[in-house]
């Protein structure tokens, strides 16, 4: 009896030993995992700071395409593991997103989750036809070229704002504009309209007046003068031609409102041929303004219109030199001695047209 009792007793303690060290492998090794999971969550998880864009009804599988195609992760483990937990398959929604520096996994699924957008910044500058516009937008936002398209060309729209489909480009007025990349076409016509209304203030509208002419006949005439120079320092006093010449009664005659009739602004040399096209924007043909903008004029042509050089110019021609800059005359008789120096300079450089 005494034997049986003391390998009870050498029994048990062993039991014991190996109890408590199961326990405390259980314990390291779910400590291990906390400490693990809890850097899935707070650990820093931008490799290299960056952008993706999310599409409507995106995947998460695209979701981690576009991080991994950015190298924008330093552990997708983590990233999959948080997204799930938060369910972020589930509310995924499409926009710009962009991540900087620092940012853990807990941060940037919940910048995807909430919608957190990063504005883009829209520019147009230097356009001339609706087309043009389009795709240059469209490059910057969701909506495709021909969304943008569609509604430059639709009558009801156009009226919506006060326009016809000839004259809604000087609604839209060429500056940076901040907007989320999920903007629909009418959300950004309607910003547009915004920031036109924003622009044309009482200052303006009242020089508008001064000048007899509606913002839109400003805008018109500024799209010519456009055409005509990109040297700013004499826009003021090319607007001041154009002014005299509507005062006086006399056609414009603006060359670039020829090309934009014929559909093209490469030509070097207005011919008769080109001359005799029958178009309201030929004004060769017919006095005072085209029906509408020949571009989307810049805010330094508007305002070079209203505040035009008042002077006794009433033409002009490009200098011989090429340099972009104009020779301006008070008589035809000047004018045309000027025109015969362009002519010759581009007889020199054997431009036929």
């Not at 864009?53 to 991994?68: G, W």
């Not at 909430?114 to 043009?132: A, C, D, H, Y």
């Not at 060429?174 to 036109?196: C, G, M, Q, S």
């Amino acid at each position: 009896m005494r034997l049986f009792s003391n390998n009870r007793h050498m029994v048990f303690p062993k039991a014991g030993k190996y109890a408590m060290v199961i326990f405390a492998a259980a314990l390291i090794l779910t400590a291990a995992k906390a400490f693990q999971l809890f850097g899935y969550i707070f650990d820093e998880n931008v490799k290299i700071p960056g952008g993706i864009y999310i599409k409507q009804d995106a995947s998460i599988e695209e979701v981690l395409d576009s991080l991994n195609t950015k190298q924008i992760l330093v552990d997708v483990k983590a990233f999959n593991w948080v997204a799930d937990k938060k369910k972020y398959p589930d509310n995924i929604k499409p926009g710009y997103y962009t991540f900087k520096r620092g940012l853990n996994t807990n941060q940037l699924v919940n910048i995807l989750r909430s919608g957190q957008q990063t504005p883009v910044k829209l520019t147009f500058n230097n356009v001339r036809f609706k087309e043009e516009f389009a795709e240059k937008v469209s490059k910057y936002i969701q909506p495709s070229k021909d969304d943008i398209l569609k509604l430059l060309n639709d009558p009801g729209f156009a009226t919506k704002f006060g326009y016809k489909t000839n004259t809604i480009s000087a609604m839209c007025i060429p500056n940076t504009y901040e907007v989320y990349w999920t903007i629909t076409a009418d959300e950004l016509f309607n910003r547009l309209k915004k920031e036109h209304d924003r622009f044309w203030n009482k200052e303006r509208k009242q020089k508008a007046e001064t000048l007899k002419m509606t913002p839109e006949e400003v805008t018109t005439l500024a799209s010519i003068m456009q055409e005509e120079t990109q040297k700013n320092d004499e826009k003021k006093r090319m607007a001041g031609v154009y002014i005299n010449r509507l005062k006086r009664g006399i056609p414009l005659q603006a060359d670039p409102t020829v090309k934009f009739a014929v559909g093209d602004f490469s030509i070097r040399r207005i011919l008769n041929e080109h001359l005799d096209i029958d178009s309201p924007y030929n004004t060769y043909k017919y006095k005072g303004l085209p029906p509408g903008p020949i571009n989307f004029p810049d805010i330094s042509s508007i305002d070079a219109v209203l505040n035009y050089e008042k002077h006794s110019y009433l033409y002009f021609c490009a200098k011989e030199d090429f340099s972009g800059y104009h020779n301006f005359a008070r008589t035809l008789r000047e004018h045309n001695k000027n025109a015969r120096k362009y002519h010759r300079a581009l007889n020199k450089k054997k431009i036929w047209k």
